[in-house]
């Protein structure tokens, strides 16, 4: 049946991949791929180093008077413990009236102290800042101690209406939770006291959103994948069938042959045009990775890598297969659009047979989405066996450890088979229709004659 389809694959491979257009847009999207993420990360080192660099600049006073005439012995050197340089030196101090912390001030002849003063209202906390005379603090100084005080937060502004530190740490204390069951209950032991119980309910939390990402991602890019090719293959077949050098190979080519070789060429063409653009997008990641742990130290890159390691996520045994089923599921996909081709005699037919090809990729896509994916709900088992759907949730399934074995295996060789049988069909209705004389026909009405056809 597949006899020979080597000789239609060469040559379909080399009028798609050897165009000059296929050749510089593939080189210029690598490079882009590999210089943007350093970029970024170049750019979020920046970032980070400017605000890192910028802080809050200090205020120039050695000594500040808190006047707070609603709580006036309120304690005010919680703010020593903040972190901001500059500030933890500075002596904070309460009186009663900004007269009273003017006087000691002019009588102590102190040129780097401020005074601040709160008043409490029923709504909200207000504050005026008072540079005294002769000081050596300027405006724009002074102004940088409301940028400090607004880092306290709600801490400041609950200590200025009366409540006490000690209070504070009694609302700021930590709630311990348990979960027994009716036995654990009476022995007072926790279903999750022990470290493997922990551990398994925190990785199968990871196991989830994992899996909610991987799907939605790979369902993302297999659909703008099966859409730029799926229709350029169907319009292809259209293009060489109408010029009739399909026709001429039919002679020493088999119809099911010529598609294979036809569909196989382009997508070979496409997946080294992928292949590339991955290769590319890891060394770009590879490289934002290093800049980033040399210059940002604390990044957490290294232990979200570890942690994938230790659920025994992305082995390598499960990423080829992942990549083999998706390759399966591109064919299968690409040999139903190219079905759209087999039946039509021109562009404008094949894009109108299409359709079929588009509603069937859409219902795939949404029902994987609306069905367990974008939810986190569980994804059903019938998923992961159907060919429509298959394709984009098994490669999850599979690399996650979350599809069992068995399961995993059907669901493979369903893929394999429904693509055997997509592009044999498309072989014979190519054969079929290459005869055919007289109006337009769709997909349908072509399976009808074909096996109507005695």
Not at 420 to 448: E, H, P
Request: aromatic share 10%; charged share 15%.
């Amino acid at each position: 049946m597949f006899k020979n389809f080597d000789k239609v694959f060469k040559f379909t491979f080399k009028n798609q991949a050897g165009t000059k257009s296929y050749k510089i847009f593939t080189a210029i999207s690598a490079v882009l791929l590999i210089v943007i993420p350093i970029i970024i990360s170049f750019v979020i080192v920046k970032t980070n180093g400017k605000d890192d660099d910028e802080g809050i600049k200090q205020c120039g006073a050695d000594k500040i008077y808190f006047v707070n005439e609603t709580n006036p012995d309120a304690d005010y050197s919680f703010l020593r413990a903040i972190d901001a340089p500059g500030y933890e030196n500075i002596t904070y101090q309460t009186r009663t009236s900004v007269e009273d912390a003017l006087s000691e001030i002019h009588d102590n002849g102190e040129t780097t102290s401020l005074i601040y003063e709160i008043t409490v209202n029923e709504d909200s906390v207000n504050s005026r800042i008072i540079i005294p005379e002769n000081s050596e603090i300027i405006e724009d100084q002074a102004e940088n101690l409301n940028e400090f005080i607004d880092k306290a937060g709600l801490v400041f502004t609950s200590i200025s209406m009366g409540v006490s530190v000690t209070d504070l740490n009694k609302v700021n204390l930590p709630v311990n939770n348990n979960v027994y069951d009716v036995s654990g209950y009476d022995s007072g032991k926790d279903l999750f006291q022990d470290d493997a119980a922990a551990m398994e309910k925190s990785n199968q939390e990871i196991l989830s959103v994992f899996r909610m990402i991987f799907v939605m991602l790979n369902t993302f890019v297999l659909y703008m994948i099966l859409i730029l090719y799926g229709s350029g293959i169907a319009q292809n077949i259209v293009m060489e069938k109408s010029s009739k050098l399909m026709d001429t190979m039919l002679v020493s080519v088999k119809p099911e042959a010529l598609i294979l070789g036809k569909l196989l060429g382009m997508l070979a063409a496409a997946f080294l045009q992928i292949a590339i653009w991955i290769l590319s997008l890891v060394l770009g990641v590879v490289g934002c990775v290093a800049v980033l742990k040399t210059f940002v130290p604390n990044l957490p890159i290294s232990e979200f890598m570890k942690s994938l390691g230790d659920l025994g996520l992305f082995t390598v045994p499960s990423c080829i297969m992942a990549v083999l089923i998706v390759i399966l599921g591109i064919v299968f996909y690409t040999a139903i659009a190219s079905l759209a081709g087999a039946v039509s005699s021109n562009k404008e037919e094949a894009a109108s047979n299409q359709g079929i090809f588009i509603m069937l990729l859409l219902a795939a896509f949404y029902l994987v989405l609306f069905g367990g994916a974008m939810s986190g709900k569980d994804i059903p088992m019938w998923q992961y066996l159907v060919p429509f759907t298959s394709v984009m949730v098994l490669p999850a399934g599979v690399c996650l450890s979350i599809v069992p074995t068995g399961i995993a295996i059907i669901g493979v060789l369903i893929l394999l088979l429904s693509a055997v049988l997509m592009v044999a069909l498309a072989g014979r209705l190519y054969k079929m229709m290459s005869l055919y004389k007289g109006n337009k026909v769709n997909i349908f009405k072509a399976l009808k004659m074909m096996f109507s056809k005695n």
